[in-house]
């Protein structure tokens, strides 16, 4: 075999090896992304029952319902659409109707989120980026 064609199988190998790996990557990453939607965005697009999600809003005023085992049932809400959230668990000091809040977990239907974590603000100034911007776009927010 001559040397340019040697040289052409290594490129064609090497190129081939590269492309593998990179695909395997990109694959790897994709599993462990974890996407954050608001309640308006929940309802426009069809989110995958099995996908880990973080849903993100204002707890609101008067949802909280606390039942047995430390199961607790409230809604998030963007201002423009609300979503059912429950929680078996211990929430964070900081949770409270009308508060920011991130909840991580799984869609169960368009109106319903089972929540694995729950996410509340450390203080009176900070809110998660991405429910900032969530409410900014319903037009709910009151911040600087």
């Known amino acids: ?37 608001s309640p308006s965005d929940v309802a426009q697009q069809h989110i995958d029952p ?24 409230f809604e998030i809400t963007d201002g423009k659409t609300k979503v059912g959230v429950t929680y078996q668990g211990l929430l964070p000091d900081l949770f409270r109707e009308g508060q920011g809040v991130v909840a991580e977990g799984y869609m169960k239907n368009t109106t319903h989120f089972a929540a694995k974590n729950i996410l509340a603000k450390h203080d009176e100034k900070y809110m998660p980026r991405e429910v900032v911007d969530a409410l900014k776009k319903s037009g709910r927010w009151k911040g600087q």
Do not use: W
């Not at 090896?17 to 939607?37: G, K, M, Q």
């Open 1 to 37: 075999m001559k040397p340019k064609h040697q040289r052409l199988i290594f490129v064609t190998v090497s190129v081939l090896f590269l492309c593998i790996s990179a695909l395997l990557t990109l694959r790897a990453f994709r599993d462990n992304l974890v996407f954050f939607y």
């Open 50 to 73: 099995e996908r880990l999600i973080r849903l993100g809003g204002l707890v609101e005023n008067g949802s909280i319902k606390r039942g047995d085992d430390n199961r607790i049932t």
